[in-house]
Structures are given as structure tokens and as C-alpha cells.
């Protein structure tokens, strides 16, 4: 796990699902949420701020029940996952996450350890 603090990054509005998935990334559990009128399982892997902005990358283990046709790495902005849980299910770093990504410099807020 990684946290990282920088008093140079954006001030971001910090929403109330925040603790949660941080829990989930210490953890390694997958969390569960509606995400654009559906339901998703995720196994987030990195919280970062983007444009004042806070955001989940995460591999979707589940869209709508069904696993997804290809594993891959998507970002989630916090606000639009509503009614955030953690759930009993653990997962594994994935080969796809690239931790050193530019995108992460500077605004990565907690990350998995790999």
C-alpha cells in the first residue's frame, strides 16, 4: 500500500465513500456499487485526484452480474459509484495496473501494494 500526501496537489472535494475504499485497497476486497444505472464488482487498485477530482481505477470483476468479456483496468470517478459497499471478496493486484503510469504522479492519494 502506498499513501502519498503532497500539499502541491489540487484540493479535491472529498466524497463520504472515500474511507470505504480505502478499506477496500488495504484490504485487497472488491467493492460493489450502481455505476451508470447498473451494478459493477471492483477490485480497486489506486484512489489519485484528477482535475479537483477523485478517482478509482479499478479492474471490473462484474458488470450487471455477469464477468466482464475482457479484464482490464477502467477509471471510476467516486461520485458516480453510489451506494458503495465493501464486500467479503478478496483480490490480487493485477499484471495490468501499471502503478508507475504518468497519470499517478503527484495525485495518487493510496494505492495496492504489487
Given at each position: 500500500?502506498?499513501l502519498?500526501?503532497?500539499?502541491?496537489?489540487p484540493?479535491?472535494?472529498?466524497?463520504?465513500?472515500?474511507?470505504?475504499?480505502?478499506?477496500?485497497?488495504?484490504k485487497?476486497?472488491?467493492i460493489?456499487?450502481?455505476?451508470?444505472?447498473?451494478?459493477?464488482?471492483?477490485?480497486?487498485?489506486?484512489?489519485?485526484?484528477?482535475?479537483?477530482?477523485?478517482?478509482?481505477?479499478?479492474?471490473?470483476?462484474?458488470?450487471d452480474?455477469?464477468?466482464?468479456?475482457?479484464?482490464?483496468?477502467?477509471?471510476?470517478?467516486?461520485t458516480?459509484?453510489?451506494?458503495?459497499?465493501?464486500?467479503?471478496?478478496?483480490?490480487?493486484?493485477?499484471?495490468?495496473?501499471?502503478?508507475?503510469?504518468?497519470?499517478?504522479?503527484?495525485?495518487?492519494?493510496?494505492?495496492?501494494?504489487?
Amino acid at each position: 500500500m502506498t499513501l502519498t500526501m503532497t500539499e502541491d496537489r489540487p484540493a479535491a472535494a472529498v466524497p463520504d465513500t472515500v474511507p470505504l475504499v480505502f478499506e477496500a485497497i488495504v484490504k485487497q476486497q472488491a467493492i460493489a456499487a450502481s455505476y451508470n444505472r447498473g451494478t459493477v464488482t471492483l477490485a480497486p487498485h489506486i484512489v489519485y485526484t484528477k482535475h479537483g477530482e477523485i478517482y478509482l481505477d479499478a479492474l471490473t470483476l462484474e458488470r450487471d452480474g455477469q464477468p466482464p468479456r475482457e479484464a482490464k483496468i477502467g477509471a471510476f470517478k467516486l461520485t458516480g459509484l453510489s451506494g458503495l459497499r465493501v464486500t467479503p471478496r478478496r483480490f490480487a493486484a493485477s499484471e495490468l495496473f501499471q502503478p508507475k503510469d504518468a497519470k499517478y504522479d503527484g495525485v495518487t492519494l493510496l494505492a495496492i501494494e504489487q
